[in-house]
């Protein structure tokens, strides 16, 4: 069992930065794939970025290619999401997810409770 909490949510404004932390729960941490989603009032949750066990390996979403980096530190059992050149287009619930296999579809094994992200225009 893994549990996520999520922090460091809150508003920032068009072209500026912030950093989501998820901090997990459990000895385990290392052999899960990290993954951040988002989900927008009124859209679908999506894929924003992905880590693998290790870090060595990352993938993001297209609309966050070059504006964001996911990092984890396996020795604080947390991962990170910084976000820069922030957009109007970027709010949303941040949620952070755990599986054994890094998957884009949603279908993680563990979720937080997400943590909100608005950009001001």
């Known amino acids: 069992q893994v549990q996520l909490v999520e922090s460091g949510g809150g508003l920032v404004q068009t072209g500026g930065s912030l950093r989501l932390s998820c901090a997990a729960s459990?000895?385990?941490?290392?052999?899960?794939?990290m993954a951040w989603f988002r989900q927008a009032p009124g859209k679908e949750r999506e894929f924003v970025a992905g880590?693998?066990?290790?870090?060595?390996?990352?993938s993001y979403a297209d609309s966050v290619k070059g504006r964001f980096t996911i990092s984890r530190d396996n020795t604080k059992n947390t991962v990170y999401l910084r976000m820069n050149s922030a957009k109007p287009e970027d709010t949303a619930v941040y949620y952070c997810?755990?599986?054994?296999?890094?998957?884009?579809?949603?279908?993680?094994?563990?979720w937080g409770k997400g943590t909100l992200v608005t950009v001001s225009s």
């Open positions: 997810a755990a599986a054994l296999v890094l998957t884009k579809t949603g279908r993680m094994d563990y």
């Open positions: 459990g000895r385990t941490f290392s052999s899960y794939a």
């Open positions: 880590l693998s066990r290790s870090g060595g390996s990352t």
